[in-house]
């Protein structure tokens, strides 16, 4: 079983969609949550980090259930720019040795 | 200011042949690291710098692979006798500890073994 698991995808909702990924963790040593985004051949990059009490920042809202070993993101109003892998990103502690999973594709269209 | 760079951005190479690939960390980073992805895959962890040791290399998938990082600024990544399955991204990361703080990505050397 992998270390993260994430919804397949691909996505493809219209503008303006609430769209949910989701994410689980086998590793119950955890400690870090990431959202990280990645356009098309472009390196990823941080969208969120992922808190107990849960985030939100402006249109993403990140979820973490360690009882669980869940892991979500909400996106509302979904936009053209939102177009994406997203990719749930875990790690042990020490904050290196970050631990993918394999991302999932969101395509929004007009 | 600068970001993590990352050269060559892309690299042909026959089977057999030897490569280097080299990361520029955001200045004053003292933590450096190397992921690799595949088509289709995340980022898989390689090997982590803290200064100029190599703290964690657990996840260099054999001998033919070796990073340096000298001065404990540059970071260099060697693949010796390059095989197909070498074929894919890698990506460099830096941070300005390896505690608490976020990886910044440079933008990938993309590596392709004829």
């Known amino acids: 079983r992998k270390e993260v698991e994430q919804d397949p995808g691909p996505f493809n909702v219209p503008e303006g969609a609430t769209v949910a990924f989701n994410c689980t963790y086998s590793?119950?040593?955890?400690?870090?949550f990431f959202w990280y985004r990645q356009d098309c051949r472009k390196e990823p990059k941080l969208l969120m980090s992922?808190?107990?009490s849960g985030n939100e920042d402006g249109r993403f809202t990140a979820q973490l259930n360690r009882a669980s070993q869940y892991i979500s993101l909400l996106i509302r109003d979904s936009k053209l720019s939102d177009s994406a892998t997203y990719l749930c990103?875990?790690?042990?502690?020490?904050?290196?040795?970050?631990?993918f999973g394999k991302g999932t594709l969101l395509t929004v269209n007009p | 200011g600068a970001g993590v760079s990352q050269t060559p951005s892309n690299k042909v190479t026959e089977k057999g042949k030897y490569v280097e690939l080299r990361c520029d960390p955001i200045s004053g980073h003292t933590a450096l690291y190397w992921y690799r992805q595949s088509l289709g895959q995340g980022p898989e962890f390689l090997i982590y710098?803290?200064?100029?040791?190599?703290?964690?290399d657990s996840g260099l998938p054999n001998d033919r692979f070796f990073a340096v990082r000298p001065e404990g600024s540059v970071s260099t990544l060697k693949i010796q006798r390059t095989e197909r399955g070498d074929s894919a991204m890698y990506l460099c990361a830096s941070s300005l500890s390896s505690v608490g703080n976020e990886q910044f990505f440079g933008p990938g050397t993309r590596l392709t073994v004829l």
């Open positions: 590793n119950s040593a955890s400690q870090s």
């Open positions: 992922v808190y107990s």
């Open positions: 990103v875990v790690n042990r502690g020490s904050n290196y040795k970050l631990t």
């Open positions: 710098f803290q200064g100029t040791g190599a703290a964690d």
